[in-house]
């Protein structure tokens, strides 16, 4: 016979208060989100998980139009790892609002939309509207996408254009900002003053990396679109060091993302002072998956009777 | 539709890299040519699920309609040319497999007056068999690469469907592509369902345009989620469709896998 | 019975020619070389591989002074990778002209020597004393490493210092000049211009990516250094879409290294860009690793009827 | 030393988490203490090989020597404590495993005259079999969580050493630990052989040193290649040793496994 997976363990009232967390203001039920574009709009998932064990909802990253995204090929796997280059294809903030919206309001856990643009103006717009819609609790701006006003040079890999488009949002919407960086600058650091100058209230770490693999009897790359981020455990390493580095700058609190499968990937960012944490890529896996992660979360908390916010920044260097 | 772990009740080889295995089931419905998606392994690599569809429904209970009512157990057919279905291969009968299905939107019933020709190339004869399953009449042309490979064939006999053979070196039936088969057999009023590698499904949507018939096919893309959410495994699909997920790529996983073959943008795939 | 693992294969004379390529003047039977800290000083892997089938042997890096390292744990695995904080323990150049030096000028294979140092004098003085020495065939500057003179900073993520060092060392010996970048900066094209225009005949990408692995257990680090270096199969995305990139701005050969571990892994690059590669991390999990590598490819170039020069690039980009 | 596919011969639980696996072996001369590294997955995740002891030997020639002559088969005992060893310990006879080895220095001869203990903790006690099996003679000491657990030392038996047991829970022989044991059997004279934990092995050296006995002491690091090149197996070793591969740090795979107790620097272990 086949057994449901949903995991059995209950989280009790003294574990579950053991795992609540404040990002930006936010009240968390346990540090545990879902990864923007790993999570569709929610809905999708409802036959597989209890959506509403979950920390936070971040939905696939919106744009004020509708976009068809990139040819495909799309995604392809490597070594612990996968590659994607979906191109951002989303129903647009509209449709969002629309027809996705009023299925995710009545859950009782925090939604956060993610959003990109193509100019400061996109994001800035992008932040109103949405705030005007209501329902959504907080706002993540990916800026790993290219300025068009800039010759294409991502937003995330310049301070000043970074500057620029938090600033945007951050002025313009009382919501809750969380900036989501890009990996692929030299030093962490400098991205997470720059977007903490213009008023993030919280910094995602980290979005995926830019990768690339070849077909080697076809002799052309396997994605349409020869570049494709690569997410999954392969990362984790990376993105946990990232995360430890913003900490010697960051004021706000950190969101670890980046290869989390399991509830001991999630606690080595949290040690390492993510205060919450993103499931993305596990969620292909296991559409459980985040769930999982929380409720061994509890685990590791009641084991250790430790809360969780006391466990943020706990790891020790060796003497 | 469930994510949970099944046990392997029998894996065993077909012939050559072809083999057959089936799976406990919870009785949830399922419709011919949906699919399934197995983790393969429980470490990290491979990483991804792999899709396989749904070759046979075990122990349902008889219906009058067009889906397989509370099944005990699933098969899938399935052939080795890579490490996930290398180490698929190698499971013992009480291992247990993370299954995440059933998936998709399987074949479009036809209407009872149509002639019904399943089109089957390789592998892509598994989403097959359901279909047979449920209509008990039509034709199966089926084209393999060689006469050991047609022995998957076998399940078909005794289901009331006529069965043609292609194979690429004529060791059995045509010698040909199973295209050549299908130019004899199609009418205006046939109904085609279709599964196999891109080259020949293109070519089957074709002769189906040519002969006006009406045409389903199957498709594959490498996917990771197969719900409809990392829109990995798009497809371009024609702009006359109404709707988001049609306004230029439809999810093969959440839209299809079946397709009218009309829908596909043929020059992109 | 227990069977030596070792291919029977042998590479033709047909093939062994589809196999040469060219590297900053040097002539490689294969485009296969073994990476730097990966393979000894060569002679602890003659029990378990052919060295005389290898493109290129290039040896643990060298300092002036011999280097004790860095503290224990000093490695740790990651999913399809390991992290390494070795801390660049060697024997010191001396030494290694005195010791090992002798039993590599014998083997038919060039040997490279991959060099590091503390301030830009360090590297000229390693380059000039080795080029005394004689039997190097190539020098592999190694600057993903601290610039103490200039606070820490690595010399791979600055191109001035990258420009310096290089500099230093290309105008001081006549010895082929290869350039190893860190793939730690936001653009590496900016890099691979920087030591380009100091003179290196050749450029390696990449070096590893610093990663952090916590022990949640014990809350403290995996490794004593806190970070180490990522190599192995996660990071082959990353480094062959670098070795791509690098090539958009890249006029001297480039040599890919990063997760390889088949002949096919090796291709991608190859395809990308790459007209030698580099086999580390997989020497530990079979030291007649780089062998096989070298091996496939011929069996690539006899299938495809192609040689290894033509392959170079050879990936193009869908329609 | 090689790199080669050995059969499994057999792969058995002894109790609880501990196994014995047993592999077919060229011939190749082996030395009591060396060990030898698996790779226990053709996949890459696990990526690294993952070190045992060699716990026994299987068919060697006779000698009087110190080492096996020309053995036909190996021997581990291994304890499941991750992924490598779940993967290991589901292995069938029959497969194909790859092996390098036989690595690292061994277990340095006693002179005759010598009073020899050996002191094991755990699965420490795997590297012990064939010092015992060369020496015939000698104590064993062997600490073990509970009763369950000293159902390894039954190897030990019949080999003319004398068996003394610690368990945690005092379920079976001394309660406490193993170096309680060692406290009462040692003299000045004695030359100790001791594998295990850590904590175990500071101990062992400490009281080692007291009395003024020989004590030799087998260290397990994380290891990458177990041949010396990657130095990752880092211990750090007196500063009074010649040389290079002591200026500091010593590596457990080609300087050790084995080393004389006072070379290592205890607070940096
Ligand atoms: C909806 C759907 C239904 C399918 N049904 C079946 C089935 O019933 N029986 C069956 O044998 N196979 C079926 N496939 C194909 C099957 O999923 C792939 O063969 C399998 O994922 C390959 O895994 P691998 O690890 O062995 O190969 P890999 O090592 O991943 O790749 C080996 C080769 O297979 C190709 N490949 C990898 N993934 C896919 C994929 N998803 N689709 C097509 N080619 C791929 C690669 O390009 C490569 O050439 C189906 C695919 C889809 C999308
Ligand atoms: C020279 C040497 C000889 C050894 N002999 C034996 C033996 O005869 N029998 C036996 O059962 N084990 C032996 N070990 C330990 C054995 O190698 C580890 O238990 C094994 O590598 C763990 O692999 P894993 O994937 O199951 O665990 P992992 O999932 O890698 O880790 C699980 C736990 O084991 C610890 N661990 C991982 N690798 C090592 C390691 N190399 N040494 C110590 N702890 C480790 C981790 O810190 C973690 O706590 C030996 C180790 C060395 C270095
Ligand atoms: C298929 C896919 C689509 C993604 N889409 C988005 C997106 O729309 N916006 C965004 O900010 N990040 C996006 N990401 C990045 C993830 O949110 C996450 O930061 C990244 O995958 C690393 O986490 P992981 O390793 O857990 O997947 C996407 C990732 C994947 C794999
Ligand atoms: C244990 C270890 C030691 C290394 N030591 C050096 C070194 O001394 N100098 C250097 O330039 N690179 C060093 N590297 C980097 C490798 O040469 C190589 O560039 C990197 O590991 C990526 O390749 P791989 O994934 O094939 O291992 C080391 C790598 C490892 C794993
Ligand atoms: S596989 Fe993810 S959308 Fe289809
Ligand atoms: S394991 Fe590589 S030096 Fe010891």
């Given amino acids: 016979m086949i057994k449901k997976a949903k995991p059995k363990v209950k989280i009790d009232k003294k574990a579950a208060l053991a795992l609540e967390v404040e990002i930006a203001g936010l009240e968390l039920r346990n540090p545990v989100m879902t990864a923007s574009g790993t999570f569709g709009y929610g809905s999708e998932f409802a036959p597989y998980t209890d959506l509403e064990k979950l920390g936070a909802i971040i939905v696939k990253g919106l744009s004020l139009k509708p976009r068809h995204g990139n040819p495909s090929p799309r995604i392809v796997e490597t070594p612990c790892g996968m590659l994607n280059a979906i191109g951002l294809q989303n129903v647009g903030v509209e449709a969002f609002i629309k027809n996705k919206l009023l299925f995710l309001r009545k859950l009782k856990t925090p939604v956060i939309a993610n959003i990109f643009g193509e100019t400061v103006d996109d994001y800035r717009e992008l932040a109103l509207r949405l705030e005007d819609a209501g329902g959504v609790a907080a706002l993540e701006i990916n800026i790993s996408c290219p300025n068009v006003k800039k010759g294409g040079i991502a937003f995330g890999t310049d301070p000043v254009e970074a500057h620029k488009v938090v600033s945007a949002v951050t002025s313009a919407v009382r919501l809750p900002v969380i900036t989501k960086l890009s990996p692929n600058v030299t030093d962490i650091r400098v991205m997470v003053r720059a977007v903490q100058d213009a008023g993030t209230n919280a910094i995602t770490l980290i979005n995926t990396i830019p990768g690339l693999v070849v077909d080697v009897e076809k002799r052309r790359p396997m994605l349409a679109n020869v570049i494709g981020g690569l997410s999954g455990p392969a990362i984790r390493p990376i993105a946990v060091r990232m995360v430890w580095e913003a900490k010697s700058v960051a004021k706000v609190p950190l969101i670890g993302s980046g290869g989390i499968i399991s509830a001991n990937d999630a606690l080595e960012f949290i040690l390492a002072w993510a205060t919450a944490v993103q499931v993305g890529t596990a969620n292909f896996l296991d559409p459980d998956a985040a769930v999982k992660v929380a409720v061994g979360i509890a685990g590791y908390c009641k084991r250790h009777n430790a809360a969780v916010k006391s466990l943020v920044g706990g790891m020790k260097a060796r003497e | ?269």
């Fill in chain 2, 1 to 269: 539709m469930q994510s949970s772990q099944a046990a392997i009740l029998h894996n065993k080889k077909v012939v050559d890299d072809y083999f057959r295995m089936r799976l406990s089931w919870s009785g949830m419905e399922v419709r011919p040519g949906q699919f399934i998606m197995l983790r393969v392994s429980d470490g990290l690599d491979p990483l991804l699920r792999r899709p396989f569809g749904i070759y046979n429904v075990i122990g349902a209970k008889k219906t009058t309609g067009f889906s397989f009512k509370r099944p005990t157990g699933v098969e899938i057919l399935y052939r080795v040319v890579g490490k996930g279905t290398a180490i698929l291969s190698s499971k013992e009968p009480g291992e247990r497999i993370n299954v995440l299905g059933p998936l998709g939107n399987g074949w479009v019933e036809p209407e009872e007056a149509r002639n019904v020709i399943m089109v089957a190339g390789g592998v892509g004869l598994a989403p097959m068999l359901p279909l047979a399953q449920r209509l008990k009449a039509g034709a199966l042309l089926f084209g393999a690469r060689h006469k050991a490979d047609t022995k998957i064939v076998a399940g078909f006999s005794g289901l009331g469907c006529k069965i043609k053979i292609a194979t690429d070196d004529g060791s059995r039936g045509f010698k040909g592509f199973v295209t050549g088969l299908l130019a004899k057999e199609i009418k205006p009023d046939s109904v085609i369902y279709a599964c196999g590698p891109a080259p020949m499904l293109k070519a089957v949507a074709v002769i189906a345009l040519a002969s006006g018939a009406r045409c389903f096919v199957s498709l594959e893309r490498t996917m990771a989620c197969g719900i409809g959410v990392c829109l990995g495994c798009a497809v371009k699909t024609g702009a006359h469709k109404a709707g988001y997920e049609a306004d230029g790529f439809s999810m093969v996983c959440s839209d299809g896998p079946v397709f009218d073959s009309t829908d596909i943008d043929w020059d992109a795939l």
